[in-house]
């Protein structure tokens, strides 16, 4: 992403040739074009992840830099700065990280999963659901993978997604009855109107789940039912951001959660997909809000207000 001034870039191609060799001066050349453009967040972000990865001191302040540069953060420093700490402190990704990311991503994503990492994640979740569907929401819809899988069982089927070009990769297939631009991480407390509520592979972009699913409580009809997938991981943590800049959640935290949240769950464990030719474990989850469970709806409605 160019800086907007020539010497500016033209050191930082400098310092890109130079660091295989000598990231030490890879850096010192893109501090002198941070010199010339203080506020380009993309070369301090780059920047940052030179220091990190060389092991070279001053990596968090060149994210704080450019975070600083674009609060939106729309490159995702803060997640960046967030690995370098012994423990994550973010609870989810910067929407605007994940929009711009996704956005870019639109038209590759199909071919990206599907082709190249063994994506399974909407055919494990459809494996556990049995038709007729009823009124259905597939949360992070992104082109319509999940879509694909219930659009024959369900009676209205609409799908959420941050980003407008994933949505509109959505509509060229001509499945969903609406597609609406939303962000998971925002969301406003919902009649109880939906019979399914689908999440295939959403919630490794969010650490703390328990406003989604606090909001999922509330938006679901009695008897309805909750699918969806989050990467699994071992440790006591509720949730851990990994190397890959995504979420992944503890087995235990995540049923004390559902359970809270008045859910009956079953969990089960699969390789989600593929990253760099090893498998991605994950868990699987069909959760059922079980009828006259109002005052675990209670419970939820407080949750999401915290």
């Known amino acids: 992403m160019s800086s907007g001034d020539l010497i500016a870039d033209r050191r930082a191609d400098y310092a890109e040739a130079l660091l295989p060799e000598d990231p030490a001066a890879a ?63 973010a609870d989810a990704m910067p929407a605007a990280f994940v ?47 999940m879509g694909v899988e219930l659009r024959a069982g369900a009676d209205e089927l609409e799908g959420w997604d941050i980003s407008a070009e994933m949505l509109r990769e959505a509509e060229a297939k001509g499945i969903y009855d609406r597609l609406e631009k939303r962000d998971l991480s925002a969301l406003s407390p919902a009649p109880a109107r939906w019979d399914l509520i689908t999440a295939a592979d959403v919630f490794a972009y969010l650490g703390a789940l328990e406003r989604i699913v606090g909001w999922v409580a509330q938006a679901l009809a009695p008897e309805g039912r909750f699918a969806f997938t989050v990467e699994a991981h071992e ?35 699969a390789v989600l997909r593929q990253d760099r030719g090893a498998p991605i474990w994950g868990l699987v989850v069909q959760a059922r809000k079980p009828a006259g469970s109002a005052d675990r709806e209670g419970e939820a409605q407080r949750s999401l207000a915290l």
């Open 235 to 269: 440790g006591a943590e509720a949730y851990v951001l990994r190397e890959s800049r995504r979420y992944a959640h503890s087995e235990p935290h995540l049923a004390a959660l559902l359970a809270e949240a008045g859910f009956e769950a079953h969990i089960t464990r």
């Open 27 to 89: 850096c010192d050349l893109y501090a002198q074009a941070l010199e010339l453009v203080p506020g380009w967040a993309a070369g301090w972000c780059r920047l940052g992840e030179i220091r990190a990865e060389a092991g070279l001191a001053g990596a968090a302040e060149a994210f704080e830099a450019a975070i600083m540069a674009d609060p939106a953060d729309r490159l995702g420093a803060s997640l960046r700065r967030d690995l370098l700490r012994e423990r994550t402190l």
């Open 99 to 145: 929009e711009t990311l996704f956005d870019q991503y639109a038209s590759e994503f199909e071919t990206a999963l599907l082709d190249k990492l063994d994506y399974r994640a909407p055919e494990l979740l459809a494996g556990g659901l049995t038709a007729p569907y009823g009124r259905v929401l597939d949360l992070g819809c992104g082109t319509g993978l």
